[in-house]
Each structure stands twice: as C-alpha cells, then as structure tokens.
C-alpha cells in the first residue's frame, strides 16, 4: 500500500543553519504531497503543498520539490529560526483515496 | 473563519467506560475526517465523511468505535468499552470537495485511559 517515510529525528541545528529534512513516499497513484508543521502543545498546521511532479510548494521560507523520478519531497529551508522548532511531517493524498497518509515527524529543535 | 474546534481537548477515562468527542469543522467543508496520533507517530486515518455519509473507515475502526455526522455539520466518534491501548490524541481535520484538498486540523483530543 501507499507510505511515506521520513527521516528520523532529532535534527538539532544552530539558528541561520540549513534545513533538510528528508520524505520519501510509495504510492500506486498520482498523489499529492504536503508537510505539515506541529508547534508545542498545538494542532497540525499545514506548511506547504505540491500536487504534481515537478512542483514546488513554498511557504515561509520552506521549499519542497515533488519528485517523481526519486518519490521524494523534501522539506528545505536555507536560515532556521529558533521559532522553527516543531515536528514536521510529511504526508501523502489523493492517491486513489481523500485519506491522508502521514510520516512518523520529525522533530526539529533549532539553538539561538 | 475559526477553524476545525475540538471539544473536549483532555479527557481522561476509566478503562471500560464509553467517551465521546465532538468536531466543529470549517463552515463550508463538506468532508469531515478522524484521525488518530499516538506517541512518536504520525496521524493515522480513521474515518472519514462527505457531508452525512461516512464514506471511508479504516481497519483501526473496531467495532468499539463509531462516527456519525447526522446533519452533515459537527461529528462525533464514540468509543465504548475502552482499553488502554485507546489512549492517544484524536484528531479531527476537515476540507473542501474536489480532488486532494487541503485538509485543516483541529487541536485534537487527548484520551488517557487509566
């Protein structure tokens, strides 16, 4: 069946380091991708989407790409804030289903 | 617009009684999705719900769990019988028709059964 597997954390970073967290994802169809963020003690936020290869979804300074031809989406962003400190997870859907297919999270916790 | 509401947000149960939670989606969505997340995972799919029809159920749906959403509005998932293994953050999300929509979530509901 479809699957998304992410990268495990922790990642610990130094504020204005670069962010990578890595999705890799197995689907039968042509899904849509998300990363979702998940602040401290609040719901799931959704951070940036791509619904088709060669796509990419931006939001606050994060980026990821749909790629097909590896079935990644990873999540990147070029200077990490304190504030970016979070679980952030990746997800799949429309693949045959409106169900969402998430990632275990990754936990990112970025030092001042 | 002020979002997907959950209520209640804790709710902590002996093992063998019945809960039920409420969601409030966004106004003009039409789907209604449940989802649970337990400790160091992501969400997992559970049900979910275009207008009043429950449309999806997931094989973690046992028969100790139900959902309805009787006039396509709020949902409620109830749990009869708990077991400590019910014990996580259930969550609600919901989005417009058409395609893979974003789906917005609520704050979720923390079951601790003891």
């Known amino acids: 069946g479809d699957s998304v597997t992410q990268m495990e954390g922790p990642v610990t970073l130094s504020e204005e380091a670069f962010l990578t967290i890595n999705c890799t994802y197995t689907a039968t169809g042509y899904p849509s991708l998300f990363w979702y963020v998940q602040y401290p003690g609040e719901g799931l936020q959704l951070l940036l989407k791509?619904?088709?290869?060669?796509d990419k979804g931006s939001n606050k300074g994060f980026e990821a790409t749909y790629r097909k031809e590896t079935t990644s989406f990873h999540l990147e962003k070029g200077s990490v804030q304190v504030s970016d400190s979070a679980v952030y997870f990746c997800a799949l859907g429309g693949s045959g289903t409106y169900k969402y297919i998430f990632g275990t999270g990754t936990r990112l916790k970025v030092l001042a | 617009d002020t979002g997907v509401s959950q209520d209640p947000r804790h709710k902590i149960t002996k093992r063998g009684q019945n809960v039920t939670f409420r969601c409030d989606p966004i106004s003009e969505h039409n789907r209604l999705y449940w989802y649970r997340q337990t400790l160091g995972q992501g969400p997992e799919f559970l049900t979910y719900?275009?207008?009043?029809?429950?449309?999806?159920k997931s094989r973690l749906l046992s028969d100790r769990f139900s959902a309805e959403r009787p006039k396509g509005s709020f949902s409620t998932l109830e749990i009869q019988r708990t077991e400590q293994g019910d014990s996580a953050m259930y969550l609600c999300a919901s989005s417009l028709d058409g395609g893979a929509r974003e789906q917005y979530f609520g704050p979720g509901t923390r079951l601790t059964v003891t």
């Open positions: 791509a619904t088709k290869a060669d």
């Open positions: 719900f275009q207008n009043e029809a429950q449309l999806e």
